[in-house]
């Protein structure tokens, strides 16, 4: 649904691409730039609906991430991390069949390399603490054996992520990871646009 705001600002005029004009173009990077100063928002809004399910598992979907991220930030890791930590499983309702991917791909802009490597295998890695249970490869991790990010996502899925299923745990509370989201989440390190096109607001 659109909001009031979407309804009653400015619009292109076009219908089709080849009809857009410079004035259009203004009117959607201005769009665009909003778009980009208000991810946290929207990335709160859906981590709230992780809440609503819990998989079979002794804590919901939620407080799992704030969990895995709550360690993490306890034990002193940078904030990028601890941001990949609590976003971790962002799509496990949007995607259950790759919900890995739904992470990597809203991370990858604001972090590292190695840590979007992390976040977009660490499924994989997390098997070796039950695929055996459901008749498959524990070791499925292992064809990631020699790759320089193996021991950062075996490290993570094994000090945080399968660690994160306590209800008893003491959980820091969403809200508490505002700042250090609109810290990560402050610029891209890429953007979409060619390099001096980015839209001027207007």
Do not use: N
Request: glycine content about 6%; overall charge negative; hydrophobic content about 40%.
């Amino acid at each position: 649904m659109e909001t009031e705001s979407q309804l009653t600002g400015p619009r292109a005029g076009f219908r089709a691409m080849t009809e857009g004009t410079a004035e259009d173009w203004a009117i959607i990077g201005a769009d665009y730039l909003h778009s980009l100063q208000t991810v946290v928002p929207r990335v709160l809004a859906h981590l709230r609906l992780l809440a609503d399910g819990h998989g079979g598992f002794a804590v919901d979907r939620l407080e799992h991430c704030l969990q895995t991220a709550t360690r993490a930030h306890r034990a002193g890791r940078r904030d990028d991390y601890v941001a990949c930590a609590l976003l971790h499983d962002i799509g496990d309702t949007l995607c259950p069949a790759d919900h890995p991917s739904i992470a990597a791909a809203l991370l990858a802009p604001y972090v590292t390399e190695d840590l979007t490597w992390m976040v977009a295998h660490h499924a994989v890695f997390q098997g070796y603490y039950y695929f055996h249970h459901l008749g498959m490869d524990r070791d499925a991790r292992d064809k990631y054996a020699g790759h320089p990010y193996y021991d950062l996502t075996a490290e993570f899925c094994a000090e945080y992520d399968q660690a994160a299923f306590d209800p008893s745990y003491p959980s820091m509370a969403l809200e508490d990871f505002v700042p250090l989201l609109e810290q990560v989440f402050a610029a891209p390190s890429a953007s979409p646009l060619p390099a001096g096109a980015e839209p001027v607001a207007t």
